[in-house]
Nanobody
Framework: QVLLVESGGGSVQAGDSLRLSCSAS????????MGWFRQAPGKEREFVAS????????WYADSVKGRFTISRDNAKNTVYLRMNSLKPEDTAVYHC???????????????WGQGTQVTVSS
């Protein structure tokens, strides 16, 4: 079992940046592949980015590639999502996710955080 708690969301203008953090407690953090998903009002939850256990490999949705960067600090049990050049269409609740299996993480993660709201105005 792992408990995930997100922070860092807020309301910003288009073009601004934010950094989301997700702190994990429970079993050994480095055993989990980690990821970020988002859900906008009236839309299904979508994959944003993921990172391997060691942090050596990352994957991104096409919609955020080149603007968002996922990273992790296994010593701090934390995964980050740096979001640059934010657009109004990035507005959503952002959820942290974890799973032992990287391929499962991108489709149906075993563990979810409660989410943090990001609102981008034009």
């Amino acid at each position: 079992q792992v408990l995930l708690v997100e922070s860092g969301g807020g309301s910003v203008q288009a073009g601004d940046s934010l950094r989301l953090s997700c702190s994990a407690s429970g079993r050994i953090f480095s055993m989990y592949a980690m990821g970020w998903f988002r859900q906008a009002p009236g839309k299904e939850r979508e994959f944003v980015a993921s990172i391997s256990r060691s942090g050596g490999s990352t994957w991104y949705a096409d919609s955020v590639k080149g603007r968002f960067t996922i990273s992790r600090d296994n010593a701090k049990n934390t995964v980050y999502l740096r979001m640059n050049s934010l657009k109004p269409e990035d507005t959503a609740v952002y959820h942290c996710a974890a799973d032992f299996v990287p391929t499962t993480l991108t489709t149906s993660p075993g563990f979810w955080g409660q989410g943090t709201q990001v609102t981008v105005s034009s």
